[in-house]
């Protein structure tokens, strides 16, 4: 028994498609004479897809069929990565797969950033691979004992293969040079998307790094009775109301753009309310990086190996404010207009400690503006369950409406759109995005007045944080218009205030903070005192002053402090 010639022969054949398909296609061999300046890199780069291949033909036993879907499938890959790298400037990660089995919505979001013409060419090519599927006759010489050993031996390569195990890792450590965990965008410039997916799944198993516990010890008692309330008296317990408003950024950053021409509702509650830059962990999307921040106070940049802590931060309990909250009486309440499963929140919000997390499903017929239910419709649903409590309330709103894309949409005003501010320089695809931006934005900032309105009218005292979770996704914008400070757009801050409104701060001065900082900067506008971690952060805070690409003041005790958090062992 052996393997056929046949099947030797489609493994060489599959290697050299996959070469070709790598020269073209993947962002560290296109360039000219970059697959013949380093062909070991690129070789080790079609591994991959030459296993992917063997494995539809031991599966198919179809020649032609599994060559076609094997380079499809890579197609698509770095399909996906370009788009991810413009948007996001983030090349595809193994924890983006880990994200494709909690859209919730069928990959609905994902697929209006994909062009028309190009999914009805997906369509057209599987139409051509059912059509192969069905004329192209299965290898007569491939079953039997040589089908089974064929399948047992791709399927052992595999394995070893993802679970890097030997020799592997030694195969992959030949461009060790070019390889930077630490940059994921750069390792894929020069080490190849497929190279880059491998190492990353195999260096980034989580495990908790042992913390200086001396060190934090040391912190905790420095700083957990360090903090104080505002000076605000405290009227019994608050209602409080986050809003995570999606991709909101002041526009009025860029060249060309000002003040006077974009947020005037926000401007205007600013204008009695502490305010200022945020600075956050994720630049056009990752959403969930900032949400983890705000809500646990755990910042992301103790944890790089973690891209979406959703899926591996919270597995079992996390103190949050949530958490905090309900232990003082609050009904904890997370409020989010699109579907539960996404970003894995539904268990997440569990495992925070909130009692109730409303989604799409409890805005039945609400309007939407562009894909997603208005801002306005989530204002009014935050009012409702406000108005319906006995006790205080938090809630905790994620808004939907801004995200992008941010052209083609439905349930738009076209003239509303049409007339929105474009600076000089920024023309094209790059103008219609920003007009199409600068619409969603304008609802969210009525939406924040109208709220902030609606709050102060209330008998009970609330307050209100309101912020940005990172900037849109508009990297034609950029680039045609840039920024008043000359920084690129990953190093640029979103807005954010806190709003208390048996308190106003009339002219109050610009705060700079991060989004770690936030819930110790609210529990204490408060008047809640949780003798522990937030009061210990708060003090931190007070001694810090975040700005672009800061080193937080105590930041190896925080890294320490951050990491016993997350284990459990600091409430």
Known sequence: MGLPRAFLCYAVAAFLLGAALVACEDPAFAADGALLADPLAAAINVIPFVLVALLLLVATRRALLSFGLAALLLHLLYAANAMKLELLDTPVLPADFVLLGHLGDGGGLLLHYVPRSAIA?????????????????????????????????????????????????????????????????????????????????????????????????????????????????????????IVQSESFFDPARLRGLEPAQVLPEFRRVAATSRHGDLWVPTYGGGTIRTEFEVLTGIAMRYFPEIQYPYFRMTTSAVPSLASVLAARGYHTVAVHPHEREFWNRAAAFTRLGFEQFDAVEQFGDAPHVGWYVSDDALVDHVLQSLDGAQGPQFVFAISMENHGPYEDYPNADPAAIAVQPVPAGVVGDGADRLRGYLYHLAGADRSLGRLADALAKRPRRSLLLFYGDHLPALPLLYAGAGFDDGAPAPDQPVPWLLLDTAHPQVAAASESTSSFYLPALLLAQAGIDDHGYFDALEAARGLDHPQQRWTPAEDDALRAVMQLRQRGEIR
Do not use: K, N
């Not at 192209?136 to 047992?152: D, I, K």
């Not at 030694?170 to 965008?185: E, F, I, L, N």
């Open 121 to 241: 060419c997906l369509l057209l090519v599987l139409g051509c691979v059912v059509a192969l599927a069905w004329w192209e006759r299965p290898w007569q010489r491939l079953r039997g004992s040589r089908h089974a050993l064929a399948s047992v031996l791709v399927l052992a390569f595999g394995a070893s293969l993802l679970g890097g195990t030997a020799p592997w890792p030694r195969v992959y450590a030949a461009d060790a040079g070019d390889y930077q965990q630490w940059s994921p965008a750069v390792s894929a410039r020069q080490s190849g998307l497929p190279t880059t997916l491998l190492r990353y799944s195999w260096d980034t198993t989580f495990v908790l790094p042992e913390p200086d516990r001396a060190l934090a010890a040391r912190f905790m008692h420095e700083h957990a009775a360090g903090a104080q309330p505002a000076d605000a008296p405290v009227d019994g317990q608050p209602d409080i109301v």
